[in-house]
């Protein structure tokens, strides 16, 4: 087969080869113009470099065959960094690298940020939850709190409401005490008397009272509590004390031998208020006992005295 032959039956399709002229052109001009590789990178032509991804960079050699004047020095990347004397092989490889820790970077992060994401908002969840279940937990103890507390208060309020009504019950018992033995009435002398001049018409003349014949010095005793209307002498009745009693009856106690107590003096049942004895017109040792109802006319002592529990 000729030559012609041969060329004519393997006659490349157009387009796609380089035409002569292109390659031509290329050739004489020596430039070390970049092609388009696989990985989408422009790579010098004049290099014929390989590339060679690692695990741990990237690494782009010479042609096997013995490197001529114009080829670029051997470049190396790794992690550590990238050496290169050609400024576009450099440029090239920088992007490679960067494009693909990039495309890494992006699959790895994103697969992470979404675990955690997914992890994050379980965490948050369960935070509210607790959060939630803390609040709970501490209102119902608040609740808790605030009800024994009110409780608490009522309990004392009402202890000391209890206190306070006993106290006060107590008081009025003992007012009440109090006032019943001051309105209490009992005898003006103890015994040993003897009766003599009684109340009625005597000599002539109206005797408004009782005698009561006692030594000199025998104590006379106010009947009630009240409050001494006069203490002082008077003529015929000596040495004399009047008592007006809480009931407005007014005792006379008449011919005593000294005072004990004295005018506007308050006085108790049983209280010593004056000393039997013989002043003023007196026949002998006794005690004029004279009873004026609200302070009226006399009246005979001696129902009076027996009435009211006084009769010595």
Request: negative net charge; hydrophobic residues 40%; contains cysteine.
């Amino acid at each position: 087969m000729s030559d012609a032959a041969y060329r004519g039956r393997h006659r490349p399709p157009a387009g796609r080869h380089r035409s002569a002229r292109s390659a031509r052109t290329h050739e004489s001009t020596g430039s070390s113009l970049p092609r388009f590789v696989g990985s989408g990178y422009l790579l010098p032509t004049a290099a014929a470099a390989t590339l060679v991804l690692t695990a741990t960079g990237a690494h782009i050699g010479g042609t096997t065959g013995a490197p001529s004047a114009s080829a670029a020095p051997a470049t190396s990347l790794t992690a550590s960094g990238l050496v290169t004397e050609d400024p576009i092989e450099r440029d090239v490889v920088e992007r490679s690298g960067r494009d693909s820790a990039r495309a890494s970077a992006l699959t790895g992060t994103d697969s992470f940020d979404t675990a955690a994401s997914g992890r994050a908002d379980q965490q948050d969840a369960a935070d509210a939850a607790d959060r939630t279940q803390a609040q709970a937990g501490a209102a119902d103890a608040k609740a808790a709190a605030d009800a024994k507390a009110a409780a608490d208060a009522k309990a004392a309020a009402d202890s000391a409401a209890a206190q306070a009504q006993a106290d006060a019950d107590a008081q009025q018992a003992q007012a009440d005490a109090a006032a019943a033995a001051a309105h209490n009435w009992v005898p003006f002398i103890d015994g040993g008397y003897q009766l003599t001049s009684g109340f009625g018409m005597r000599w002539g003349a109206m005797h408004p009272g009782q005698d009561f014949a006692v030594p000199v010095g025998t104590p006379v005793k106010a009947m009630s509590s009240g409050t001494v209307l006069f203490a002082g002498w008077q003529g015929g009745y000596g040495n004399k004390v009047e008592i007006q009693y809480w009931d407005g009856t007014v005792s006379w106690f008449c011919h005593n031998s000294k005072l004990i107590v004295t005018q506007g003096e308050q006085v108790t049942p049983g209280e010593l208020v004056s000393m039997s004895g013989n002043t003023g017109h007196s026949t002998g040792p006794h005690v004029h006992v004279e009873i004026h109802p609200q302070d009226g006319a006399p009246i005979p002592p001696l129902p009076w005295l027996k009435k009211m529990g006084t009769m010595p």
